[in-house]
């Protein structure tokens, strides 16, 4: 039997005081216990005017350290790190940013036994979405990029879009921009 | 190949949604949709361990009145007390359950509690409009609530949107997830929503229209409606074969 799934709506403007206020939202991707290298990471949201969007909401989903997964698939999940839950929420402030504090993932397997390059899977949300963007959040100069078996499959010219940048001051950039020439890569999952 | 993976990783990829059962990013009748679709075309994701596992919750998570949104203030909210239940299902008609619900909906004159939100509705001091739950290990969830009211919003000329609950469930990947509008059956501003008319297929859309339930209905209490949400689930014909 298979049943057709519900459809997505869009979250509309006023989804703040149900999903990103008091415990429904975190910044903190992983706890201050979680072993790793931490990070902190800046999100902006800009629509096709390059517009920052003030009620877009971003959700992060990421391996600990070692590239696993706290989920009973990851078969590798009982040993996971318990301080890196490895999800975090944020609602965009006015000026389309929101901010997150986490450390850097392992890698995780990819297609044909290949190891991903570390990456954080995000889904966007907002009014005027009518379901959600999946897209990805790569690390600028790691080496690991090079090899992805994902990031081969975006034409050379967008994979940028695809990596944080690390700006002075240790923080990770990672701008999300919905249309225009640097349209950020977007997934069909 | 100097990085194979220890080992094959054992999960089953999920169902891929056919063509016309969700909405597409772009429909032109929602005016917001006009600057912030994306204009190019989305890349093919093979699915891998990042997207078929998501986050995992617990009972810990959940207060006592969280899906009871009239015991949340002091005194009881206006408007007609309703108990929304059904269960959360994925496509292979599986129960989800230990899944996180969330709901967030505007008040019986149809004003949200949110600063933005102009409608010169009054605002009811008992009543917030958020909720939240766990799916029990059959799938199922019940809310208690009041019915919202319709509202109306800027997109077209004389623009209402229909009654409806939003919901957000979590279900077992991070691909699974899904943000939908629960609507009023009979509803007759369901005709001319562009947000509920986004989705192209006619069966697809009456699943976000919930069902008066009579069983569900308690003498001298509260109207019931049964809402079930369906999530994509694992391939099936893959999933019987491992």
Redesign the interface.
Known sequence: ???????????????????TQG??CSPCIAGPDAKGERLRLLCCVL???G?P?PDAMI?I?Q?DADGK???????KSASANPAC???GRMGTAEDGTCRFETIKPG?????D????AP?L?L?L??????????T?VYFANDP?NQ?DP?LV??PKE?RSTLIAQLENGGRWRFEIN???ER??????? | ?T???N?????VP??R??SG?????L?EP?R?????????P???????????????YGHG?IAETDNDLTAQHQGEPLGERIIVTGKV?D???RPVPQTLI???Q?NSAGR???L??QHPAPLDRNF???G?TLTDEHGAYRFITIKPGAYPWLNHDNAWRPAHI?F?VFG????S?????MYFPGDPLLAFDP??Q??P?E???Q??ISKFDLETTQPHWALGFKFD????GPD?TLFESI
């Open positions: 039997m298979r049943m057709v799934p519900t459809p997505s709506q869009t979250v509309g403007p006023f989804f703040a005081f149900g999903l415990k429904a629509d096709g005017d517009v969007i959700e989903w391996a997964y706290h989920h009973p698939d990851d078969p839950l490895g999800f890698r995780v397997p990819g297609p036994g290949m190891l991903q990456h899977n889904a949300f907002a009014r005027g979405l009518l379901k959600q963007l999946y990805r690991a090899e994902i499959l975006v967008r919905l249309q225009g349209e950020t890569v977007f997934f069909d999952v | 190949m990085h194979l993976a080992r094959r990783s054992s999960f999920y169902q949604h056919e059962t969700q909405p597409e990013s429909y929602y917001s949709t006009l600057r912030r679709a994306p204009s190019k989305l890349i093919f994701l093979p699915h891998t361990l990042s997207e078929v596992t998501g986050p995992v998570n299902l496509s292979n008609g969330e709901v967030w505007a949200y509690a949110h933005k939100d917030t409009g958020a939240r939003h957000s077992r990947a991070f691909i997830r899904l943000v939908t509008q947000v509920y986004s989705v297929d069966k697809a859309r699943r976000m949400i369906v999530l994509r099936a």
